[in-house]
Protein backbone atom coordinates (compact mmCIF):
# COMPACT_ATOMS: atom_id res chain seq x y z
CA UNK A 1 0.00 0.00 0.00
CA UNK A 2 0.96 3.27 -0.83
CA UNK A 3 2.19 5.51 2.46
CA UNK A 4 2.15 9.18 1.93
CA UNK A 5 2.84 12.13 4.47
CA UNK A 6 0.97 15.28 4.49
CA UNK A 7 3.15 18.36 5.39
CA UNK A 8 0.64 21.22 5.55
CA UNK A 9 -0.84 23.57 8.15
CA UNK A 10 -4.37 24.22 7.12
CA UNK A 11 -6.59 21.65 8.49
CA UNK A 12 -9.45 21.76 5.89
CA UNK A 13 -6.63 21.11 3.40
CA UNK A 14 -5.02 18.20 5.32
CA UNK A 15 -8.68 16.69 5.89
CA UNK A 16 -9.73 17.22 2.09
CA UNK A 17 -6.45 15.53 0.51
CA UNK A 18 -6.66 12.34 3.44
CA UNK A 19 -10.43 11.89 2.41
CA UNK A 20 -9.55 11.44 -1.33
CA UNK A 21 -6.24 10.16 -0.76
CA UNK A 22 -7.34 6.90 1.29
CA UNK A 23 -10.36 6.64 -1.70
CA UNK A 24 -7.56 5.93 -4.24
CA UNK A 25 -6.08 3.13 -1.11
CA UNK A 26 -3.12 5.34 -0.01
CA UNK A 27 -1.96 4.86 3.50
CA UNK A 28 -1.94 8.84 4.91
CA UNK A 29 -0.21 10.07 7.55
CA UNK A 30 0.26 14.02 8.22
CA UNK A 31 2.13 16.65 9.92
CA UNK A 32 1.01 20.20 10.83
CA UNK A 33 4.73 21.78 10.83
CA UNK A 34 7.73 22.10 9.00
CA UNK A 35 9.89 20.56 12.28
CA UNK A 36 7.09 17.96 12.82
CA UNK A 37 7.56 16.75 8.78
CA UNK A 38 10.73 16.79 9.01
CA UNK A 39 11.15 14.62 11.94
CA UNK A 40 8.63 12.28 10.28
CA UNK A 41 10.18 11.88 7.32
CA UNK A 42 13.17 11.10 8.54
CA UNK A 43 12.49 8.84 10.73
CA UNK A 44 9.80 6.97 8.70
CA UNK A 45 9.63 5.00 5.67
CA UNK A 46 6.92 6.95 3.24
CA UNK A 47 6.20 6.56 -0.86
CA UNK A 48 5.82 10.10 -1.45
CA UNK A 49 5.89 13.63 0.74
CA UNK A 50 2.70 16.26 -0.07
CA UNK A 51 4.89 19.01 1.26
CA UNK A 52 3.21 22.57 1.59
CA UNK A 53 5.85 25.72 1.05
CA UNK A 54 4.47 27.65 3.35
CA UNK A 55 4.60 26.91 6.88
CA UNK A 56 5.47 27.14 10.63
CA UNK A 57 8.80 26.87 12.18
CA UNK A 58 10.27 25.68 8.96
CA UNK A 59 9.26 26.27 5.24
CA UNK A 60 8.69 23.41 2.64
CA UNK A 61 11.90 24.38 0.76
CA UNK A 62 13.65 24.15 4.26
CA UNK A 63 12.52 20.51 5.32
CA UNK A 64 13.38 19.56 1.37
CA UNK A 65 16.86 20.91 1.47
CA UNK A 66 17.36 19.29 5.02
CA UNK A 67 15.84 15.85 3.81
CA UNK A 68 18.13 15.62 0.38
CA UNK A 69 20.97 16.65 2.33
CA UNK A 70 20.50 13.59 5.02
CA UNK A 71 20.70 11.71 1.32
CA UNK A 72 17.22 10.64 1.86
CA UNK A 73 15.60 10.45 -1.92
CA UNK A 74 11.85 9.95 -0.85
CA UNK A 75 9.82 11.65 -3.71
CA UNK A 76 8.25 15.04 -2.60
CA UNK A 77 5.56 17.27 -4.37
CA UNK A 78 5.70 20.97 -3.36
CA UNK A 79 2.41 23.08 -2.49
CA UNK A 80 2.41 26.55 -2.87
CA UNK A 81 -0.12 29.33 -3.14
CA UNK A 82 2.62 30.99 -4.54
CA UNK A 83 3.34 30.84 -8.21
CA UNK A 84 6.46 32.38 -9.30
CA UNK A 85 8.72 30.75 -11.96
CA UNK A 86 11.61 31.38 -9.21
CA UNK A 87 10.21 29.63 -6.59
CA UNK A 88 9.30 26.58 -8.65
CA UNK A 89 13.00 26.82 -9.49
CA UNK A 90 14.17 27.04 -6.00
CA UNK A 91 11.96 24.04 -4.99
CA UNK A 92 13.02 21.79 -8.21
CA UNK A 93 16.95 22.78 -7.71
CA UNK A 94 16.47 21.93 -3.84
CA UNK A 95 14.95 18.48 -4.92
CA UNK A 96 11.54 18.46 -5.31
CA UNK A 97 10.65 15.93 -7.88
CA UNK A 98 7.12 17.81 -8.75
CA UNK A 99 5.42 21.14 -7.47
CA UNK A 100 1.92 22.22 -8.18
CA UNK A 101 0.42 25.66 -7.43
CA UNK A 102 -3.06 26.46 -5.24
CA UNK A 103 -5.92 26.08 -5.74
CA UNK A 104 -5.67 22.98 -7.70
CA UNK A 105 -7.87 19.84 -8.47
CA UNK A 106 -7.62 17.01 -6.37
CA UNK A 107 -7.75 14.83 -9.44
CA UNK A 108 -4.59 16.82 -10.80
CA UNK A 109 -2.90 16.09 -7.69
CA UNK A 110 -3.15 12.42 -7.97
CA UNK A 111 -2.40 12.53 -11.50
CA UNK A 112 0.85 13.43 -10.66
CA UNK A 113 1.22 11.34 -7.42
CA UNK A 114 1.15 8.20 -9.56
CA UNK A 115 3.22 9.78 -12.10
CA UNK A 116 5.85 10.31 -9.70
CA UNK A 117 5.28 7.43 -8.41
CA UNK A 118 5.84 5.63 -11.81
CA UNK A 119 9.41 7.12 -12.50
CA UNK A 120 10.42 6.44 -9.05
CA UNK A 121 9.28 2.55 -10.05
CA UNK A 122 10.88 2.57 -13.69
CA UNK A 123 14.36 3.94 -11.86
CA UNK A 124 14.21 1.12 -9.28
CA UNK A 125 13.36 -1.58 -11.98
CA UNK A 126 16.29 -0.11 -14.40
CA UNK A 127 18.81 -0.09 -11.16
CA UNK A 128 17.37 -3.33 -10.09
CA UNK A 129 17.69 -5.20 -13.50
CA UNK A 130 21.49 -3.78 -14.29
CA UNK A 131 23.41 -5.95 -11.71
CA UNK A 132 23.10 -9.63 -9.79
CA UNK A 133 21.26 -10.37 -7.07
CA UNK A 134 20.67 -13.18 -4.25
CA UNK A 135 17.52 -14.46 -4.20
CA UNK A 136 17.06 -17.73 -1.98
CA UNK A 137 19.56 -20.27 -3.38
CA UNK A 138 19.81 -18.20 -6.22
CA UNK A 139 21.96 -15.84 -8.19
CA UNK A 140 20.19 -14.11 -10.57
CA UNK A 141 20.86 -11.21 -13.14
CA UNK A 142 17.73 -9.97 -14.26
CA UNK A 143 19.18 -8.06 -17.84
CA UNK A 144 20.91 -10.77 -18.73
CA UNK A 145 17.57 -13.67 -17.72
CA UNK A 146 20.39 -15.74 -16.12
CA UNK A 147 20.27 -17.43 -12.82
CA UNK A 148 22.72 -19.83 -10.86
CA UNK A 149 22.83 -22.01 -8.29
CA UNK A 150 26.28 -23.81 -6.75
CA UNK A 151 25.66 -26.72 -9.03
CA UNK A 152 25.55 -23.73 -12.05
CA UNK A 153 22.95 -22.80 -14.45
CA UNK A 154 19.56 -22.82 -13.53
CA UNK A 155 16.72 -23.00 -16.19
CA UNK A 156 14.37 -20.50 -15.99
CA UNK A 157 11.52 -19.30 -18.37
CA UNK A 158 10.83 -15.86 -19.21
CA UNK A 159 7.74 -15.60 -17.47
CA UNK A 160 9.42 -16.85 -14.47
CA UNK A 161 12.36 -13.93 -14.61
CA UNK A 162 9.49 -11.19 -14.76
CA UNK A 163 7.67 -12.53 -11.85
CA UNK A 164 10.15 -13.49 -9.92
CA UNK A 165 11.77 -9.53 -10.84
CA UNK A 166 8.59 -8.15 -9.90
CA UNK A 167 8.42 -9.74 -6.67
CA UNK A 168 11.71 -9.18 -5.92
CA UNK A 169 11.30 -4.70 -6.91
CA UNK A 170 8.34 -5.61 -4.33
CA UNK A 171 10.75 -7.29 -1.45
CA UNK A 172 9.09 -7.49 1.76
CA UNK A 173 5.62 -6.36 0.37
CA UNK A 174 2.51 -7.98 0.11
CA UNK A 175 1.38 -8.73 -3.95
CA UNK A 176 -1.95 -9.99 -4.83
CA UNK A 177 -2.67 -12.52 -7.07
CA UNK A 178 -4.04 -9.57 -9.32
CA UNK A 179 -1.70 -7.31 -9.30
CA UNK A 180 1.06 -10.05 -10.73
CA UNK A 181 -1.20 -10.58 -13.23
CA UNK A 182 -2.23 -6.92 -14.55
CA UNK A 183 1.75 -6.14 -14.17
CA UNK A 184 3.00 -9.29 -16.15
CA UNK A 185 0.24 -10.31 -18.04
CA UNK A 186 -1.79 -7.01 -18.64
CA UNK A 187 -5.00 -6.90 -20.15
CA UNK A 188 -3.99 -9.58 -23.60
CA UNK A 189 -4.28 -12.16 -22.23
CA UNK A 190 -6.64 -13.87 -19.56
CA UNK A 191 -4.95 -16.07 -17.21
CA UNK A 192 -5.94 -16.96 -13.63
CA UNK A 193 -5.02 -16.46 -10.24
CA UNK A 194 -4.17 -20.49 -10.26
CA UNK A 195 -2.08 -19.87 -13.08
CA UNK A 196 0.41 -17.43 -10.83
CA UNK A 197 0.10 -19.99 -7.88
CA UNK A 198 1.92 -22.45 -10.58
CA UNK A 199 4.66 -20.22 -11.38
CA UNK A 200 5.13 -19.71 -7.76
CA UNK A 201 5.50 -23.38 -7.23
CA UNK A 202 7.75 -23.35 -10.04
CA UNK A 203 10.11 -20.68 -8.63
CA UNK A 204 10.19 -21.96 -5.46
CA UNK A 205 11.47 -24.96 -6.06
CA UNK A 206 14.62 -23.04 -7.97
CA UNK A 207 15.16 -20.40 -5.08
CA UNK A 208 14.14 -22.58 -1.92
CA UNK A 209 16.35 -25.11 0.25
CA UNK A 210 13.10 -26.84 0.88
CA UNK A 211 10.36 -25.67 -1.29
CA UNK A 212 8.16 -27.22 0.95
CA UNK A 213 9.01 -25.29 3.68
CA UNK A 214 9.61 -21.84 1.85
CA UNK A 215 11.37 -19.00 3.77
CA UNK A 216 11.66 -16.64 0.62
CA UNK A 217 8.76 -16.54 -1.08
CA UNK A 218 5.97 -16.77 1.04
CA UNK A 219 2.14 -17.42 0.65
CA UNK A 220 0.06 -14.29 2.62
CA UNK A 221 -3.08 -16.22 2.73
CA UNK A 222 -6.40 -14.75 1.16
CA UNK A 223 -4.07 -12.07 -0.92
CA UNK A 224 -0.76 -13.14 -2.51
CA UNK A 225 2.98 -13.41 -1.96
CA UNK A 226 5.93 -11.70 -0.54
CA UNK A 227 9.20 -12.13 -1.52
CA UNK A 228 11.79 -12.02 1.78
CA UNK A 229 15.19 -10.42 1.63
Not at 90 to 100: Q, T
Request: hydrophobic letters at 40%; aromatic letters at 6%.
Amino acid sequence: MTKILIVEDEPQMVAGLKDNFELEGFQVDSARDGEKGLKKILDGNYDIIILDVMLPNLSGFEVCKRVRKKGDNTPIILLTARGEEIDKVLGLELGADDYITKPFSIRELIARIKAVLRRKDDAELLKSKSKSVTIGKLEVNFSAYNASDGSGQVEMSHKEFEILHFLWTKRNTTVSRDEILRIIWGFEESPTTRTVDNFVVKLRQKIEMNPNKPQTILTVHGIGYKLIS
